[in-house]
């Protein structure tokens, strides 16, 4: 299975850009699916965390702003990110969960996409 990534570029602090992340292969293992972003020199931070029957939740950072979701028919995953901010200026990466871990933290992933990146800017 591979993970690719796509919708970032540039936009203006307020506007809206909406990420992909299409799954090829056999995705029926894969329980639980997440947006990460990394920042230059930053560590990664988790965004948004989606199960496979769609239940989301968000980092506070992005509450109210970002919104997650999955079609499984298409085995794609989204993130809307709406009144985007400078400080959302970072390459974001789809990531597969396999084990059912329900977790926030990076090495829980066993599965990444490339990354695409967001520039907003003020």
């Known amino acids: 299975v591979q993970l690719q990534a796509s919708g970032g570029g540039l936009v203006k602090e307020g506007g809206s850009l909406r990420l992909s992340c299409v799954a090829s292969?056999?995705?029926?293992?894969?329980?639980?699916m997440s947006w990460f972003r990394q920042a230059p020199g930053k560590e990664r931070e988790w965004v948004a965390i989606?199960?496979?029957?769609?239940?989301?939740t968000y980092a506070d950072a992005v509450k109210g702003r970002f919104t997650i979701s999955r079609d499984n028919a298409k085995n794609t995953l989204y993130l809307q990110m709406n009144s985007l901010k400078p400080e959302d200026t970072a390459v974001y990466f789809c990531?597969?969960?396999?084990?059912?871990?329900?977790?926030?933290?990076?090495?829980?992933?066993?599965?990444w996409g490339q990354g695409t990146l967001v520039t907003v800017s003020s």
């Open positions: 990531a597969a969960d396999y084990q059912g871990s329900w977790s926030s933290r990076p090495s829980e992933y066993e599965l």
């Open positions: 292969g056999s995705v029926l293992s894969i329980t639980s």
């Open positions: 989606i199960t496979r029957s769609g239940r989301p």
